[in-house]
């Protein structure tokens, strides 16, 4: 079966330090894999994606994640933390015609990162 | 400004009553969907329209219904039906040749 694993619930940096919030897939075929982050009582706001290409994706306020093949994982980081960055992650993957559709996602079970001053 | 609109933001209804969540677009994307998010347990697939005229079930369509007259509006109404509907709902759509998903703000139902 398709899916996408988030192994923490929640993660927990003091600003200024790195952040790394996991995440791995079990897919066939080649994925397009997301991250998203959602502010509370807010929608889900794009932060970057791994279409094909270069392993090192960079994204929106700073993010970058890496695409793993071999470890089928596409981990979010960021060099620096900032307080701001406390909210809701997400990761997702594309399969083509999963659910008998084209590319309808599957979504990770979301990491809460707190990142403290 | 292109986006998705969401609306009500709030919405409180009593047990029995149907009511309906609006969602419309201004992207021009085909592809248009519903998910409900509960704490803990992510989002989980409702419906979703790949044309207008046509949806399909998600993992959880039971007592929810959608209709897809205008490629602009994908509106959900959760029924009586819907054991457990209070829940925050998000709609979304999609750009085609990536897959990647536009979001709107959300609704949080609240049954009383």
């Known amino acids: 079966a398709q899916s996408v694993a988030q192994p923490e619930d929640q993660v927990n940096v003091a600003e200024g330090n790195p952040l790394t919030v996991k995440c791995t897939y079990s897919?066939?075929?080649?994925?397009?894999l997301f991250w998203y982050v959602q502010y509370p009582n807010r929608g889900l706001q794009f932060l970057l994606k791994?279409?094909?290409?270069?392993?090192l994706v960079k994204g929106s306020y700073g993010f970058e994640a890496e695409f793993n093949k071999s470890q089928t994982s596409f981990h979010l980081k960021k060099p620096s933390a900032l307080v701001s960055d406390s909210a809701l992650y997400f990761c997702?993957?594309?399969?083509?015609?999963?659910?008998?559709?084209?590319?309808?996602?599957?979504f990770g079970k979301g990491t809460k990162l707190s990142v403290k001053p | 400004d292109g986006g998705i609109t969401q609306s009500p933001k709030y919405l409180f209804r009593k047990e029995g009553q149907n009511v309906t969540l609006s969602c419309e677009q201004n992207?021009?994307?085909?592809?248009m969907y519903w998910y409900r998010q509960d704490p803990g347990q992510g989002l989980r697939l409702i419906y979703y329209?790949?044309?207008?005229?046509?949806?399909q079930k998600g993992d959880i369509a039971e007592g929810y219904s959608v209709s897809r007259e205008k490629k602009e509006s994908f509106p959900l109404t959760v029924t009586s039906a819907q054991k457990n509907p209070t829940a925050f709902y998000l709609c979304?759509?999609?750009?085609?040749?990536?897959?990647?998903?536009?979001f709107g703000e959300g609704s949080r139902l609240t049954v009383l």
């Open positions: 992207l021009n994307h085909d592809a």
């Open positions: 997702a993957v594309r399969v083509p015609n999963y659910g008998g559709s084209q590319g309808n996602l599957i």
């Open positions: 791994y279409i094909t290409g270069d392993n």
């Open positions: 897919v066939s075929g080649n994925p397009y």
């Open positions: 979304a759509s999609r750009l085609s040749n990536t897959g990647e998903l536009f």
């Open positions: 329209s790949q044309i207008v005229n046509d949806f």
